[in-house]
T-cell receptor, first 110, second 114 residues
Framework: QKEVEQNSGPLSVPEGAIASLNCTYS??????FFWYRQYSGKSPELIMS????GDKEDGRFTAQLNKASQYVSLLIRDSQPSDSATYLC??????????FGAGTRLFVKA | DAGVTQSPTHLIKTRGQQVTLRCSPK?????VSWYQQALGQGPQFIFQ???????QRGNFPDRFSGHQFPNYSSELNVNALLLGDSALYLC?????????????FGPGTRLTVL
């Protein structure tokens, strides 16, 4: 069973701090990885995609991929209360299926 | 640029009934994937349609079926509804020309089975 694992949280950080979200995946054939943000009652919104080992930065967000360790992370710098949401990690398998983790709930305290 | 649209927004059905959910992909996208998201869980892949064919399916029974039309829009049909089918149903569109086949989600259809 191919899986994506995330800590369910909640992860609580003060406003302005760095939030670190982690994810592991089981299928070594996965090549594409995604982070989505989901507010309560809403649909997932794409934050970033990453395909190569290393870091990828976009504004306050940095995604990190380590294929040898089968590990993906998302760092959110200068966290804001509006960042409070559930963050979903996803991995596309060797076929056309994308597998999602259960998500990590993040709370940013003002 | 129109995003992914889904209809209806909410739906209430009773056990044993059948339901059809609809999705229009983002402009320029030709691939549609359907997901089921139960409360507190991540989206679960149901199937993906491309060129009007189902090209991959997740671990869902045959009660779940779909269709893609020549204009790339898609339908998800669920027969013989069970209480456990209550969930948020999400449609995501993508284009194989986009790197990594990045998927963009519609607003979802909330299905309640009584």
């Amino acid at each position: 069973q191919k899986e994506v694992e995330q800590n369910s949280g909640p992860l609580s950080v003060p406003e302005g701090a760095i939030a670190s979200l982690n994810c592991t995946y089981s299928d070594r054939g996965s090549q594409s990885f995604f982070w989505y943000r989901q507010y309560s009652g809403k649909s997932p919104e794409l934050i970033m995609s990453i395909y190569s080992n290393g870091d990828k930065e976009d504004g306050r967000f940095t995604a990190q991929l380590n294929k040898a360790s089968q590990y993906v992370s998302l760092l959110i710098r200068d966290s804001q209360p509006s960042d409070s949401a559930t963050y979903l990690c996803a991995a596309r398998t060797g076929g056309f299926k994308t597998i999602f983790g259960a998500g990590t709930r993040l709370f940013v305290k003002a | 640029d129109a995003g992914v649209t889904q209809s209806p927004t909410h739906l209430i059905k009773t056990r044993g009934q059948q339901v059809t959910l609809r999705c229009s992909p983002k402009s320029g996208h030709d691939t549609v994937s359907w997901y089921q998201q139960a409360l507190g869980q991540g989206p679960q892949f149901i199937f993906q349609y491309y060129e009007e064919e189902e090209r991959q399916r997740g671990n869902f029974p045959d009660r779940f079926s779909g269709h893609q039309f020549p204009n790339y829009s898609s339908e998800l049909n669920v027969n013989a509804l069970l209480l456990g089918d209550s969930a948020l149903y999400l449609c995501a569109s993508s284009s194989p020309t986009a790197k990594g086949d990045t998927q963009y989600f519609g607003p979802g259809t909330r299905l309640t089975v009584l």
